[in-house]
Every structure is written in structure tokens, then in C-alpha cells.
């Protein structure tokens, strides 16, 4: 299986950027997707971007595209989410999720989650 570890989040101004990790260690030799989501409190967990084991494939929710940077680096088993230009509306806890298909923008692909990074855009 493979455990995954989020970090990075934290409080930041309107207009601001943080680059969020995951820390990825078991089956990290498996090609497997990897994507991030966010929940805002009462609200349902929402795709936010995805990316192929190669990293050949990135897809975004309209929401962030033009701000959002998903990337990943298989020699340092990790995935990294740059977020730019942050908004009040980006406030949510973020999660990293594996997929065993190339890429998916639903949630139940995946099956191995992280626990989350509280990220807070402040007004």
C-alpha cells in the first residue's frame, strides 16, 4: 500500500502562495495517478487537479486553472501543489490522493489518501 503525508499548508493573505507536499512511501514504484482535492467546512470534497505517473497528463477544476501547478518528482516520491494568486474561497483542507488509473476527477478512484493541510486565505 502506499502511505501519504500532506504538508505545507498554513495561513496566508489574499493574493498570496503556498506550495503544498506530499510525501509519498510504500508502493512508490507503482504507476500509479495522483491528484488533490480540498473540503471547505459543510461543503463536499472537490476535485482540484490531477496528474499521470509520467506527468505527461494535468487536469485542473475551472476553479484554479490559470493558479494552480500540480507537479511530481517519482525520484523524491513526492507531488507538489503551487498555488498562486490565492483567494478566500481557496480556504479548505487540502488532500493528496493515489489512483491505479492513469487520472480521475472522482474521488472514489482513489484509494490511498492522505490526512490533509489546512490551508486559510485571509481577507
Known amino acids: 500500500q502506499v502511505q501519504l503525508v500532506e504538508s505545507g499548508g498554513g495561513l496566508v493573505q489574499a493574493g498570496g502562495s503556498l506550495r503544498l507536499s506530499c510525501a509519498a512511501s510504500g508502493r512508490t514504484s507503482s504507476r500509479y495517478g495522483m491528484g488533490w482535492f480540498r473540503q471547505a467546512p459543510g461543503k463536499e470534497r472537490e476535485f482540484v487537479a490531477v496528474?499521470?505517473?509520467?506527468?505527461?497528463?494535468?487536469e485542473y477544476a475551472d476553479a484554479v486553472k490559470g493558479r494552480f501547478t500540480i507537479a511530481r518528482d517519482n525520484a523524491k516520491n513526492t507531488l507538489y501543489l503551487q498555488m498562486n494568486s490565492l483567494q478566500r474561497e481557496d480556504t479548505a483542507v487540502y488532500y493528496c490522493?493515489?489512483?491505479?488509473?492513469?487520472?480521475?476527477?472522482?474521488?472514489?478512484?482513489?484509494?490511498?489518501w492522505g490526512q490533509g493541510t489546512q490551508v486559510t486565505v485571509s481577507s
Open positions: 496528474i499521470s505517473w509520467s506527468g505527461g497528463i494535468m
Open positions: 490522493a493515489a489512483t491505479s488509473s492513469l487520472f480521475s476527477r472522482v474521488a472514489s478512484s482513489y484509494a490511498y
